[in-house]
């Protein structure tokens, strides 16, 4: 019996994932920390606006290749797009650390956000196809704690640039990344319910027919709007606070940017991780009695968000903002623990990955509109009455997920 075979292999693929999971957050996560060791070497970062270009590129162009990515994976040997993608980004955070201008910044920033989105969309297929019934909320909601322990990780990244320098905290990471694709390539194994045969593979015109049938399939499904509103609007607060929470700790409580990074991305990441747990764990008991338990279970979770707003952009005092910050993540990780579940609820394993991926499309578009309103925000002094009013829409999310989103099966099979 080969160790694909085995009845563990599937928490194995879950666990090596998971640390594929954290080293995509934290690479894309340092450089939010790092603004202020980084300014010191390239003066443009000195305006918030361009800051806000830099995180925001990597946004646009993550979300455009997203829904590609997904069609990529859909398509191709999962194992070698994962471990490609991680070889990728790994490299281009190692090169940032030789950067010495705003542009080649600019121009890695890009490059990673082309890189690291070929991940998500395949590593949740590939999980979700591992674990099919009452397991898959929580292997899906364990992988997710990777993503928040990246996070978390990210805001050391102003710490680590205190003590060392910032060049040398991207090269650091980047290095790791790189022999990490190495051990990923002995251990990982793809896992495809429904192959394309090898003549379609390389027949252009069949490839794009095949193309064209995912698209209009997914897009030609009600339920797969609603799921799409339902994940691009809370993506709206969910990159505000990666990408403006260290900002908003350290200006609020006139806190030195190298201890609020850490306070807050750990914050906020501790309380993710036990939300994505216990959002998995819950939706995978009320499943079995009811099959909108996964939909209730992620309704409960982006509830808790909309309190959490209010807190961390009204009040201005530590109690407060670490409040909403708990209260935030807890939501937020019960929320994405259930995402790819739902949608594996309404869309066959032929399709998913493109699913996520125009979901991915989605929301990190809302994210990157975010995240450049949120730096003009900054520079007029509103950063935390604009952050708070974002609880608006998620409550219409949550009211519309509600009421539509009705499944007939746990798990859809085939078209």
């Known amino acids: 019996m080969t160790i694909r075979n085995k009845s563990w292999y599937p928490w194995l693929v879950v666990a090596l994932l998971w640390m594929v999971a954290l080293l995509n957050y934290l690479d894309r996560q340092m450089l939010s920390t790092m603004k202020l060791a980084i300014m010191g070497d390239i003066r443009e970062l000195e305006m918030a606006e361009n800051f ?88 899906v909601g364990i992988h997710m704690t990777g993503l928040y322990v990246g996070q978390a990780l990210g805001g050391f990244g102003a710490t680590v640039a205190h003590a060392w320098s910032w060049q040398i905290t991207f090269r650091s990471f980047g290095i790791v990344g790189v022999v990490y694709s190495i051990i990923l390539v002995l251990l990982l194994h793809e896992k495809r319910e429904v ?53 908003l700790f350290s200006d609020t409580l006139g806190m030195d940017m190298s201890k609020a990074g850490p306070l807050c991305t750990i914050t906020i990441a501790f309380s993710s991780l036990i939300g994505v747990i216990a959002g998995g764990i819950i939706a995978d008991r009320w499943i079995t009695r009811n099959l909108r338990g996964r939909i209730y279970t ?20 530590m109690t407060g903002i670490m409040a909403g910050g708990i209260l935030f993540g807890a939501g937020f990780g019960m929320f994405d623990s259930n995402n790819m579940p739902i949608l594996c609820q309404f869309v066959s394993p032929a399709h998913r990955a493109a699913g996520y991926g ?16 949120l730096g003009k925000s900054t520079d007029a002094g509103h950063l935390g009455r604009d952050m708070a009013l974002l609880a608006i829409p998620v409550a219409a999310a949550v009211v519309l997920l509600l009421v539509t989103l009705k499944p007939a099966v746990a798990d859809k099979t085939s078209d």
């Open 52 to 139: 806000g270009r830099l995180m925001a590129v990597f946004l646009w162009i993550y979300g455009l290749m997203s829904p590609v990515a997904g069609l990529i994976a859909d398509r191709i040997n999962r194992k070698w797009l994962i471990t490609g993608s991680l070889f990728v980004w790994s490299a281009v955070t190692l090169t940032m650390g030789f950067a010495t201008s705003f542009r080649q910044l600019y121009a890695l920033r890009a490059v990673m956000g082309i890189s690291e989105a070929l991940y998500i969309p395949a590593g949740l297929a590939l999980i979700a196809d591992y674990h099919r019934g009452n397991t898959r909320s929580l292997a």
């Open 195 to 247: 192959r394309m045969p090898v003549k379609q593979i390389r027949n252009a015109g069949k490839i794009l027919d095949s193309v064209k049938n995912s698209l209009g399939m997914l897009l030609g499904m009600v339920s797969f709007w609603v799921i799409l509103f339902y994940f691009a609007v809370p993506s709206l607060p969910g990159w505000a606070v990666k990408n403006w929470m260290p900002t």
């Open 298 to 317: 992620g309704a409960i979770g982006l509830s808790l968000t909309i309190p959490a707003l209010m807190l961390v952009g009204n009040t201005g005092s």
């Open 358 to 373: 125009l979901m991915n499309l989605t929301g990190v578009f809302a994210g990157a509109l975010v995240t450049g309103w």
